[in-house]
């Protein structure tokens, strides 16, 4: 592990909570989840509106630390929802901060990242990134063809972990990720399955909106036609059918709990509902890899299953890895690790191992 005297700040805004920390190289210095309870959040109206209120938050945070500001060669936040790019660290320039302001691709707590950092960094004139959010999008062309014209698949994903584990195994093996192919499952509160060939990721479930593998809170891909007869039957409306989708899906709709853990325990509580559930669940992931193994025509690296289900050693992975491993090798990297992430965004560009894309 080095330190390389890059002092590096990374923020990542979720819906009721900032995640700050601050690195010397990749090494953490210290790192807080600041907690924003509901009614502090209340009298804004837009995401936006809450910058000030979470930028004075960061900042009695880091004096706390008695960490000087000054120490800090670049500010790193997580992406919004911006327009469609191709992975890598981003320049957060004046362009990209009116985008993530105006919000017209959607509001999102992960928009004020790139703003706090580039606020940040001006004031201190240094660098300020955003790192593969989640509107990564290197599909190949062929990709996005659904089935009908008026829908299009749409790349978005865990491109922000699923891009860091890429390069840490690659790392590993001594080699680079563009030189590898690879399928990297991130299995969390949404699920995405990515085909990663020489470092584009070429084909991915949406994660967001009832695409691929049901997960503990999204319903993934329905039968379309039982999902329209639904729609029309009067007895849902757009709200409840969307809820169904994303949030109220997936184990949640099945079990009544989007938490791994407790589905566990009821399975070693001979609950044979919550191990056919589970077990669906790695089916539907297995059958995912596999149609990402067909993108890449068998010539896959790698399996790699990530994210906070990873975790679960005892039944899930076991489950998946079961059904896969005649594909390839079988990597598991549990946990986000979102942070690290950010910060090895940033000191890739630093390092002068890549060169900081443009938001245009």
Same mark, same amino acid.
């Given at each position: 592990?080095?330190? !390389?005297?890059? +002092?590096?700040?990374?923020?990542?805004?979720?819906?009721?909570?900032?995640?700050?920390?601050?690195?010397?190289?990749? %090494? &953490? &210095?210290?790192?807080?989840? /600041?907690?924003?309870?509901?009614?502090?959040?209340?009298?804004?109206?837009?995401?936006?509106?809450?910058?000030?209120?979470?930028?004075?938050? #960061?900042?009695?945070?880091?004096?706390?630390?008695?960490?000087?500001?000054?120490?800090?060669?670049?500010?790193?936040?997580?992406? $919004? %929802? %911006?327009?469609?790019?191709?992975?890598?660290?981003?320049?957060?320039?004046?362009?990209?901060?009116?985008?993530?302001?105006?919000?017209?691709? *959607?509001?999102?707590?992960?928009?004020? *990242?790139? /703003?706090?950092?580039?606020?940040?960094?001006?004031?201190?004139?240094?660098?300020?990134?955003?790192?593969?959010?989640?509107?990564?999008?290197?599909?190949?062309? #062929?990709?996005?063809?659904?089935?009908?014209?008026?829908?299009?698949?749409?790349? #978005?994903?865990?491109?922000?972990?699923?891009?860091?584990?890429?390069?840490?195994?690659?790392?590993?093996?001594?080699?680079?990720?563009?030189?590898?192919?690879?399928?990297?499952?991130?299995?969390?509160?949404?699920?995405?399955?990515?085909?990663?060939?020489?470092?584009?990721?070429? !084909?991915?479930?949406?994660? @967001?909106?009832? !695409?691929?593998?049901?997960?503990?809170?999204?319903?993934?891909?329905?039968?379309?036609?039982?999902?329209?007869?639904?729609?029309?039957?009067?007895?849902?409306?757009? *709200?409840?059918?969307?809820?169904?989708?994303? $949030?109220?899906? $997936? /184990?949640?709709?099945? /079990?009544?709990?989007?938490?791994?853990?407790?589905?566990?325990?009821?399975?070693?509580?001979? !609950?044979?509902?919550?191990?056919?559930? +589970?077990?669906?669940?790695?089916?539907?992931?297995?059958?995912?890899?596999?149609?990402?193994?067909?993108?890449?025509?068998?010539?896959?690296?790698?399996?790699?299953?990530?994210? $906070?289900?990873?975790?679960?050693?005892?039944? @899930? #992975?076991?489950?998946?890895?079961?059904?896969?491993?005649?594909?390839?090798?079988?990597?598991?990297?549990?946990?986000?690790?979102?942070?690290?992430? %950010?910060?090895?965004?940033?000191?890739?560009?630093?390092?002068?191992?890549?060169?900081?894309?443009?938001?245009?």
């Amino acid at each position: 592990m080095t330190t !390389d005297k890059e +002092f590096i700040l990374c923020i990542n805004p979720g819906s009721t909570s900032t995640k700050v920390a601050v690195f010397e190289g990749n %090494l &953490l &210095l210290f790192e807080e989840t /600041l907690r924003h309870a509901a009614q502090e959040l209340t009298p804004y109206p837009r995401i936006a509106d809450q910058y000030q209120f979470r930028r004075e938050a #960061i900042t009695k945070f880091i004096a706390s630390q008695e960490f000087p500001m000054q120490k800090l060669t670049a500010v790193v936040g997580r992406g $919004g %929802l %911006l327009k469609p790019i191709p992975g890598g660290t981003y320049t957060v320039n004046e362009l990209m901060a009116s985008d993530l302001k105006q919000a017209e691709r *959607g509001e999102h707590a992960s928009n004020l *990242g790139g /703003l706090l950092a580039k606020d940040f960094a001006s004031a201190l004139n240094i660098p300020a990134f955003i790192v593969d959010p989640v509107v990564v999008d290197e599909m190949q062309p #062929i990709a996005r063809i659904s089935g009908h014209p008026l829908i299009e698949r749409k790349s #978005i994903f865990h491109a922000l972990n699923q891009k860091a584990v890429a390069k840490r195994y690659a790392q590993s093996k001594g080699t680079n990720y563009e030189e590898l192919n690879l399928i990297i499952a991130h299995l969390g509160g949404g699920i995405s399955v990515g085909a990663h060939e020489n470092g584009k990721v070429i !084909d991915v479930n949406n994660a @967001l909106d009832g !695409d691929g593998p049901f997960s503990p809170e999204r319903s993934g891909s329905l039968p379309v036609g039982d999902l329209a007869r639904l729609c029309f039957s009067g007895k849902y409306t757009q *709200g409840d059918i969307k809820k169904m989708l994303t $949030g109220q899906g $997936g /184990l949640i709709a099945y /079990l009544g709990t989007n938490d791994g853990r407790e589905v566990r325990r009821r399975i070693e509580a001979q !609950d044979d509902q919550a191990r056919l559930v +589970f077990k669906a669940l790695a089916y539907q992931v297995a059958k995912e890899i596999g149609a990402m193994a067909t993108v890449l025509r068998g010539q896959v690296d790698a399996i790699i299953i990530t994210g $906070g289900l990873a975790y679960d050693q005892e039944y @899930l #992975i076991p489950w998946v890895k079961e059904a896969v491993q005649f594909i390839g090798p079988v990597e598991v990297m549990p946990g986000e690790d979102e942070m690290i992430a %950010l910060c090895e965004g940033a000191l890739r560009v630093l390092m002068g191992q890549e060169t900081a894309q443009i938001y245009a």
